[in-house]
């Protein structure tokens, strides 16, 4: 009878180890987040706001959140949606400039409601030639089921002069 037990008490102490292992290994998942079609609905955004930008009609663009800041390169943050605006629009006044976007990268949330976009731009001038380019990163957040930029940052790859 103790042999009965002591193998019974084994067994039971090899399977709980087992299973504590098992559970341990198991990582967390995204659920039914689908990273790759966020990727194509990053990308979508990112072509709307280029679209939008290069055709000089920011009035309607559905990129940026109202409460959103945007870091641009030697100048101080801009706070907001309308301060965002102001300059892009002060920016277009100025030149004839178009840019382009590609998502590279996007960094998904459990829950998909963040998501960071890892990109690069090119900004080239009515001749065709490339007057900047670089790398940008933007935070996403999902409000009234779309995505908006909330923060974004870029940095240029071209010398400084």
């Given at each position: 009878?103790?042999?009965?037990?002591?193998?019974?008490t084994?067994?039971?102490?090899?399977?709980?180890?087992?299973?504590?292992?098992?559970?341990?290994?198991?990582?967390?998942?995204?659920?039914t987040?689908?990273?790759?079609?966020?990727?194509?609905?990053?990308?979508?955004?990112?072509?709307?706001?280029?679209?939008?930008?290069?055709?000089?009609?920011?009035?309607?663009?559905?990129?940026?959140?109202?409460?959103?800041?945007?870091?641009?390169?030697?100048?101080?943050?801009?706070?907001?949606?309308?301060?965002?605006?102001?300059?892009?629009?002060?920016?277009?006044?100025?030149?004839?400039?178009?840019?382009?976007?590609?998502?590279?990268?996007?960094?998904?949330?459990?829950?998909?409601?963040?998501?960071?976009?890892?990109?690069y731009?090119?900004?080239?001038?009515?001749?065709?030639?490339?007057?900047?380019?670089?790398?940008?990163?933007?935070?996403?957040?999902?409000?009234?089921?779309?995505?908006?930029?909330?923060?974004?940052?870029?940095?240029?790859?071209?010398?400084?002069?």
């Amino acid at each position: 009878m103790k042999k009965k037990t002591m193998k019974m008490t084994i067994l039971a102490g090899i399977i709980t180890y087992i299973s504590a292992c098992n559970s341990a290994k198991q990582e967390p998942t995204a659920g039914t987040v689908d990273k790759e079609q966020i990727k194509k609905e990053i990308q979508a955004k990112e072509d709307e706001y280029a679209t939008t930008y290069n055709a000089g009609e920011l009035k309607n663009i559905g990129y940026y959140a109202d409460d959103a800041t945007s870091y641009y390169q030697n100048r101080a943050p801009l706070i907001g949606k309308e301060s965002i605006l102001d300059f892009l629009k002060s920016d277009l006044a100025s030149n004839s400039n178009k840019i382009t976007f590609k998502t590279k990268e996007v960094f998904v949330s459990n829950d998909g409601g963040q998501v960071v976009e890892i990109g690069y731009f090119q900004v080239v001038d009515s001749a065709n030639t490339t007057v900047n380019s670089g790398n940008y990163m933007s935070l996403f957040e999902k409000r009234d089921n779309k995505y908006v930029c909330v923060r974004d940052m870029s940095a240029s790859e071209m010398p400084v002069q």
